[in-house]
């Protein structure tokens, strides 16, 4: 196989730079080790930042941030839900941090408007009553899951290819150029050569291994971040702690539900983050000094990502390390067609994908302007189903004939029958891990107890997958969302375990099948 780029990695980097890449002309492959967003762009808050949380610590990110918030807002606008957002201080809190907000603000060039805490209450009143301060910016909930999926759907129809579970597992490297790359299925073991003008490493977390594989050391750090999942939605408003960055400080409203956190804990390795009981205990101590209710509130899930940071210095904490990001061109190092974007946020993708095709263009002699921050980003089926509430404005018109699979989100079985053809049209694989993260199956209450068994039955009758496959997948699946219910087990979710485990263990004998 021969292309023009090969970008590893199926994040939002990626992604975001297979489209940049396509819309210019350019041929790409993406390869991904599992699936899109299997990784950190999975794993994230789903906030849009108006830059106000890094004005005192990363001028210069948040500028960034606050740039391609506008931008993607207006380019973007089916994935985002513009919620606006506040910054609130708490009695005990740094009043001269409160004091100094605002003009740090307006160095960075973002609109804040400071606001009676009694008229914060007013708009949000889960607020607790010692507010002693609280301004409005332009932050807003991003679904990262849509956002990845519309790009890559995008670049495919430019003529781009997407590969899921597939690995880079060598390179051949000749006169100071990678000649080919070797790829393995992740399944099969199967694997194809693939002869690229330009290679952009775009692993995230993973970008050193892949790195380590041409010859070359990119020393990383990562920091785990663990947040949580509320049965429902707490506030309309992004609702951040008016401090410098810490644990617990951010809920981000995502639909029907919240998202609370976060936690930043030094790991060793990316492939080995899950969320621990004591982490949850910290975020709901730290959150609920702002929001009080969030101390007795049920919380459905937790999950953990991994925020991949360039070590830049040894003597800095992970929050002080730049949230900006780098394009490491590997020519200096010999390696003529090989580039690494190693770290970055969600809410700058658009921006870092410009500034790496521009690098790979130049040295491919390509001179086509980046389009991204002027043509809208179309919709397409592959990101379709992930939107909140879709299933019941859809579902509607179609019933009684249009049957639920799950009740939780209200996703009936024509939404699982259009994910189903996107996958296949892509070549992808079809799996309740892959459905689950192109919709909302799973993502509600039940975590996939009664809408499992229902999704994967109806893939089995309708010869999607070999019934021999269904037991295996659905434990899978079930393994994935275990890990985040664990940690949060306690009062109502501690009977939906048991509901869960008994259905599945005790009809379907799962604890025992491998």
């Known amino acids: 196989m021969n292309t023009q780029a090969l970008i590893v990695g ?189 290679v952009i490493n775009a692993a995230g977390p993973w970008a050193g291994t892949v790195a380590a594989l041409a010859g070359l050391e990119i020393e990383m750090i990562y920091s785990k971040g663990t947040l949580l999942v509320t049965a429902h939605r707490v506030t309309e408003r992004v609702v951040n702690r008016l401090r410098s960055p810490g644990d617990g400080d951010i809920l981000v409203p995502g639909g029907t539900v919240s998202l609370l956190g976060t936690t930043s804990i030094r790991i060793d390795s990316p492939d080995l983050i899950t969320p621990t009981i004591e982490e949850v205990d910290l975020i709901v101590d730290e959150g609920s000094r702002m929001i009080p209710t969030l101390k007795g509130l049920r919380y459905i899930r937790s999950y953990a990502g991994v925020r991949p940071l360039l070590k830049m210095d040894s003597s800095l904490d992970d929050r002080s390390v730049s949230r900006g990001f780098s394009l490491l061109d590997h020519g200096r190092e010999g390696l003529d067609n090989f580039v690494t974007i190693p770290s970055g946020k969600l809410t700058t993708f658009r921006f870092m994908a410009e500034k790496t095709a521009d690098r790979v263009c130049e040295k491919m002699g390509i001179h086509a302007p980046c389009l991204t921050h002027t043509v809208p980003l179309p919709a397409s089926i592959s990101g379709k189903w992930t939107e909140p509430a879709l299933g019941p404005k859809r579902w509607i018109k179609n019933h009684p004939k249009d049957p639920i699979l799950c009740e939780c989100e209200l996703v009936p079985e024509s939404a699982i029958k259009n994910i189903v053809q996107s996958i296949r049209e892509k070549d992808g694989d079809i799996t309740l891990q892959a459905i689950g993260l192109r919709s909302r199956v799973g993502k509600g209450a039940c975590q996939g107890t009664f809408c499992g068994k229902r999704v994967s039955a109806f893939l089995a009758e309708s010869g999607e997958i070999k019934s021999s496959h269904s037991l295996p997948d659905i434990r899978n699946f079930l393994q994935g969302r275990w890990i985040g219910e664990r940690p949060v087990l306690w009062h109502s979710q501690i009977m939906q375990a048991e509901l869960k485990e008994a259905l599945y263990c005790g009809a379907f004998n799962l604890e025992t099948r491998k």
């Open 10 to 198: 199926g994040g939002v980097t990626g992604t975001g730079l297979a489209r940049d890449l396509a819309l210019r002309g350019v041929q790409v492959l993406v390869v991904e080790q599992r699936d899109i967003n299997a990784g950190a762009s999975g794993r994230n808050h789903g906030l849009l930042h108006s830059g106000g949380r890094y004005v005192s610590t990363d001028p210069e990110a948040a500028k960034e941030c606050h740039r391609e918030n506008e931008i993607l807002k207006r380019v973007a606008p089916h994935c985002i839900e513009d919620t606006g957002g506040l910054f609130v201080a708490v009695e005990g809190d740094d009043e001269t941090y409160s004091a100094e907000f605002p003009s740090l603000c307006q160095k960075c060039g973002i609109p804040c408007q400071p606001i009676d805490p009694k008229k914060a209450r007013d708009l949000e009143p889960s607020l607790s009553s010692k507010i002693t301060a609280a301004y409005r910016v332009d932050d807003a909930a991003v679904d990262p899951f849509k956002l990845s999926l519309e790009n890559m759907a995008h670049a495919q129809e430019l003529g781009g290819t997407l590969l899921c579970n597939t690995r880079v597992v060598g390179f051949e490297i000749e006169n100071h150029s990678i000649k080919t790359v070797r790829l393995a299925n992740v399944n099969t073991g199967q694997e194809q050569i693939v002869r690229p003008e330009q």
